[in-house]
């Protein structure tokens, strides 16, 4: 049995949870409220030290770490592979997947905070907002949250965060006019990996950043994963409408200034 602790919007449950689409596999949901701070609940910690989503449990054994739950997903139910079987084309979804957990990951989370749920955020009682960013554990990731909820996207971390995010759409785009998918000739590891991050983008109504006039390989990507089923199962119905509007209204609020730091970038 598949049990997953995870939250709607989470990029790392997205992905986890596409890879559980396209596999065919039916999982036990438990939803995580990060913006009550339930991925900090004593019991939750006990599963993922780390405070944050996904966990997968597969019968008794726990996961953590999303791209290595989809290395694992892969191997446990090989029969639709998401990897190519040959070493070069496994090693390159690596390296995507290595540039989103070492540099994208923690730069989208700046960026998200400092645009989507930052009003909610700033209408909550201070001990409260400031009782949840004290719980996440990493002292670097903890002040970057505090400053990026204070100040919006004029936070010092904000343009930097924006740049990791940028780089990783043209190198995708640059990969992708050459090939149909990241994963090479089909779907795979590295799709799953890399489609949350764009759709942050687009839900943040940074729209323009992954338009066909911007990044036209891009562009076409997202447009075809975002017609396969798994998208809808995986991502679309996990994001309600009302909380999608609200990302995007604060997102178009503030357009303006961010398209000048982009244009930077």
Partial sequence: MLELYHYGFSTCSQKVRLVLAEKGLDFVSHEVELMIGAQHDPEYVKLNPNH????LVHDDAVLIESTLINE?????????????????G????????KRVDEKVHVATAAVTFAVGPRALLLQQPKEVREANINS??????RAERRSVVEHGVEAPEFAGALKKMIDLLDRADAWLARREWLSGDSFGLADACVLPYVLRLDHLAMTPLVSAEARPSLARWYEQV???????????????ELAVAMLRENGKAVWPQVEMIAARA
């Avoid at 996440?136 to 990731?141: C, H, L, T």
């Fill in 226 to 240: 975002r017609g396969r089923p798994s998208f809808e199962t995986a991502v679309a119905n996990w994001a309600p």
């Fill in 52 to 55: 944050v989503v996904p966990t």
């Fill in 72 to 88: 694992y997903l892969d191997e446990a139910f090989p029969e639709k592979p998401m990897r190519p079987p040959d070493p070069l």
């Fill in 136 to 141: 996440i554990p990493d002292p670097v990731q």
């Fill in 90 to 97: 496994r090693h390159q979804i690596r390296m995507w997947t």
